[in-house]
């Protein structure tokens, strides 16, 4: 059996990962030889997968004809860049016969837009049958737990929609050399405040800037949530609702810890690069790279390849990692991740076939082959592999499965979430530019019941 590839449009990498072996883990992990399902009770079907041009589709590409060879099922592959997927996955889900039965999905809104045109099959049902799955072979337990949390929609108790494949969890990057010469040590560092303080002194006493955050659009929502997690600490929250929505949705912006998170991040854009209200990921993680700044905070893990690349960052050997500090109030980070899932139209034997290939391709097994090219890593078992520490920094990989025990999900979901993110940031802006934090959160407390009861989830008068 002989695969199918098709190359939809040129392969565009945000990253370089040319510092990692592509031939993958070598170290024992469960064999599919010993999985107690028959690998070969949909033999002769064709599975058609979307994929979008990124290391863990490079990573599991050249192991797919041992799939076929396993199961005698025929894949068709087809891979286009990021840019232009977006489109390209929806126009093929809201057609009456998607091409594809396999596709990549994208963590927060765009999963909840599936699931709520009925886009995308709940993958329960594969999960819980035997002749499907073995579930001590696949082990659905090794997941980190929030990785799984987030694609059970639209609560943690619904059904699964997706199948975690690559992550990037929230961390801090910081210059070892430029601690090293200001006689700074990490591990004195206990919490939030003893970093801010180091931020301000960099900044203060260096001639770099103490930190660059991303500033600008709704790309940095995942990093705001991420420090709303780390102040929200101990209390409770729930999946879809991050920590800046209670009980009956109501929302909690003027909460004392969600105050100060807010009051935190516009501390560090004004220990920031100039410019930093526009920064994007790309600003904001190139400044890191070239120099400018002593750390980057709350981002993700997944950039930690081109900072150790040579060839595109000028901080190459010197960057260090770190979990996110702790608060007063506890300990939180958070995470946003790519799944795979199977589109809802497709032939109830195409289903179980395309669950066969997530099956093996996220399996213990699969993700040998994907780890050293992602650096993102699903499951708790590979990073406890003794090759990760070999294969990727040792910092970055105790940082990462020390995060991910602290990772929460950082998606909202309900209609109206981005209009709440851009006021959200409105509110940012203003704290950064002067105004009381207290003050401008109470105004984006007011600003959100109002898109709250316009969507229907509170009551009309809730009150402030």
Same mark, same amino acid.
């Given at each position: 059996?002989?695969?199918?590839?098709?190359?939809?449009?040129?392969?565009?990498?945000?990253? =370089?990962?040319?510092?990692?072996?592509?031939?993958?883990? !070598?170290?024992?992990?469960? =064999?599919?030889?010993?999985?107690?399902?028959?690998?070969?009770?949909?033999?002769?079907?064709?599975?058609?997968?979307?994929?979008?041009?990124?290391?863990?589709?490079?990573?599991?590409?050249?192991?797919?004809?041992?799939?076929?060879?396993?199961?005698?099922?025929?894949?068709?592959?087809?891979?286009?860049?990021?840019?232009?997927?977006?489109?390209?996955?929806?126009? $093929?889900?809201?057609?009456?016969?998607?091409?594809?039965?396999?596709?990549?999905?994208?963590?927060?809104?765009?999963?909840?837009?599936?699931?709520?045109?009925?886009?995308?099959?709940?993958?329960?049902?594969?999960?819980?049958?035997?002749?499907?799955?073995?579930?001590?072979?696949?082990?659905?337990?090794?997941?980190?737990?929030?990785?799984?949390?987030?694609?059970?929609?639209?609560?943690?108790?619904?059904?699964?929609?997706?199948?975690?494949?690559?992550?990037?969890?929230?961390?801090?990057?910081?210059?070892?050399?430029?601690?090293?010469?200001?006689?700074?040590?990490?591990?004195?560092?206990?919490?939030? +405040?003893?970093?801010?303080?180091?931020?301000?002194?960099?900044?203060?006493?260096?001639?770099?800037?103490?930190?660059?955050?991303?500033? $600008?659009?709704?790309?940095?929502?995942?990093?705001?949530?991420?420090?709303?997690?780390?102040?929200?600490?101990?209390?409770?929250?729930? =999946?879809?609702?991050?920590?800046?929505?209670?009980?009956?949705?109501?929302?909690?912006?003027?909460?004392?810890?969600?105050?100060?998170?807010?009051?935190?991040?516009?501390?560090?854009?004004?220990?920031?690069?100039? $410019?930093?209200?526009?920064?994007?990921?790309?600003?904001?993680? =190139?400044?890191?790279?070239?120099?400018?700044?002593?750390?980057?905070?709350?981002?993700?893990?997944?950039?930690?390849?081109?900072?150790? +690349?040579?060839?595109?960052?000028?901080?190459?050997?010197?960057?260090?990692?770190?979990?996110?500090?702790?608060? !007063?109030?506890?300990?939180?980070?958070?995470?946003?991740?790519?799944?795979? $899932?199977?589109?809802?139209?497709?032939?109830?034997?195409?289903?179980?076939?395309?669950?066969?290939?997530?099956?093996?391709?996220?399996?213990?097994?699969?993700?040998?082959?994907?780890?050293?090219?992602?650096?993102?890593?699903?499951?708790?078992?590979?990073?406890?592999?003794?090759?990760?520490?070999?294969?990727?920094?040792?910092?970055?990989?105790?940082?990462?499965?020390?995060?991910?025990?602290?990772?929460?999900?950082?998606?909202?979901?309900? #209609?109206?979430?981005?209009?709440?993110?851009?006021?959200?940031?409105?509110?940012?802006?203003?704290?950064?530019?002067?105004?009381? #934090?207290?003050?401008?959160?109470?105004?984006?407390?007011?600003?959100?019941?109002?898109?709250?009861?316009?969507?229907?989830?509170?009551?009309?008068?809730?009150?402030?």
């Amino acid at each position: 059996m002989k695969s199918t590839r098709i190359i939809l449009a040129g392969l565009v990498c945000l990253f =370089t990962y040319a510092l990692v072996a592509p031939a993958g883990i !070598t170290g024992s992990v469960p =064999t599919p030889e010993e999985v107690n399902i028959n690998w070969r009770q949909f033999e002769g079907k064709t599975v058609r997968a979307l994929f979008v041009a990124h290391p863990w589709q490079e990573g599991i590409d050249p192991y797919i004809e041992e799939f076929e060879q396993l199961t005698g099922i025929n894949m068709e592959v087809a891979v286009i860049s990021e840019d232009l997927f977006w489109d390209k996955v929806v126009i $093929g889900l809201s057609a009456a016969s998607p091409p594809f039965d396999v596709f990549f999905v994208s963590g927060g809104a765009d999963v909840y837009s599936y699931y709520l045109n009925n886009w995308i099959e709940p993958l329960d049902q594969y999960i819980d049958d035997p002749t499907l799955t073995d579930k001590d072979w696949y082990d659905l337990d090794d997941f980190s737990s929030g990785y799984i949390q987030g694609f059970r929609i639209p609560t943690a108790e619904s059904p699964l929609y997706s199948i975690p494949i690559t992550s990037e969890v929230y961390i801090i990057f910081y210059r070892k050399d430029v601690f090293a010469e200001q006689g700074i040590d990490v591990n004195e560092l206990k919490n939030i +405040d003893d970093w801010l303080d180091v931020v301000k002194k960099l900044t203060a006493e260096t001639d770099l800037y103490g930190t660059v955050v991303r500033g $600008g659009a709704v790309g940095i929502t995942d990093e705001l949530m991420a420090m709303a997690f780390n102040y929200w600490g101990d209390l409770p929250h729930e =999946t879809g609702k991050a920590a800046f929505f209670g009980a009956s949705w109501v929302p909690r912006f003027t909460h004392p810890r969600i105050v100060q998170a807010f009051a935190t991040w516009a501390e560090l854009m004004k220990n920031s690069p100039p $410019g930093v209200t526009a920064f994007t990921w790309y600003d904001a993680s =190139t400044a890191f790279a070239q120099g400018l700044a002593a750390t980057f905070w709350f981002d993700a893990s997944l950039f930690a390849p081109s900072f150790e +690349d040579p060839e595109e960052s000028a901080v190459a050997g010197n960057v260090g990692y770190a979990v996110v500090p702790p608060t !007063t109030y506890g300990h939180a980070t958070a995470f946003w991740a790519w799944g795979i $899932g199977i589109t809802s139209k497709a032939d109830p034997n195409v289903k179980k076939a395309a669950w066969l290939f997530i099956e093996w391709a996220s399996s213990k097994y699969g993700e040998k082959f994907v780890a050293p090219n992602t650096w993102g890593a699903v499951r708790k078992s590979t990073w406890e592999l003794p090759e990760m520490k070999q294969i990727l920094p040792t910092e970055y990989v105790d940082t990462v499965s020390r995060s991910l025990e602290i990772a929460k999900y950082p998606a909202l979901y309900f #209609p109206g979430a981005q209009e709440v993110i851009q006021k959200a940031l409105d509110a940012l802006h203003a704290i950064y530019l002067g105004t009381p #934090p207290e003050e401008a959160m109470a105004t984006l407390q007011r600003q959100a019941i109002e898109i709250m009861e316009e969507a229907g989830l509170v009551p009309e008068g809730l009150g402030y």
